[in-house]
């Protein structure tokens, strides 16, 4: 990551070798269909503070959305007042931060030193 100096001081910048290999893009959620490769995955997403202003049963259809191109490795990052509803499958593995539940590489740890599997019901 490049740090800003000057007038860009507390900003960052991806380097080129992020850049290279992550793809930008925006998406209107709301679309029915996405204008994307049909077979394309998201191994990350952030969708923070955006889905709590959807009406729930369009929050739903756009979370079933991105879990089918969610690969079993991927996470999702949402805020804290999104709500994922009666989602399952999923888990959390840090606050905010999840994975489907196959995702068995991913683990959360507790204060004690244990791993916690918190399923997101």
């Keep these: 990551m490049l740090r800003g100096m000057g007038a860009q001081a507390g900003k960052m910048k991806a380097g ?3 850049r290279d290999v992550v ?3 925006r998406l209107n959620l709301n679309d029915d269909m996405w204008s994307l490769d049909p077979h394309a995955q998201f191994d990350v997403v952030f969708c923070r503070n955006v889905l709590m202003y959807f009406e729930p049963g ?4 756009v979370l079933r959305k991105i879990l089918t191109r969610l690969p079993p490795r991927g996470y999702l990052f949402l805020g804290d007042a999104e709500g994922l509803g009666a989602f399952e499958g999923l888990r959390m593995v840090a606050p905010s931060t999840y994975t489907l539940k196959t995702n068995t590489e991913a683990h959360r740890p507790r204060s004690d030193g244990d791993a916690d599997e918190k399923a997101v019901r």
Excluded: A, G, N
């Design 16 to 18: 080129t070798e992020i």
């Design 23 to 25: 793809t930008f893009r």
């Design 58 to 61: 369009r929050r739903d259809r």
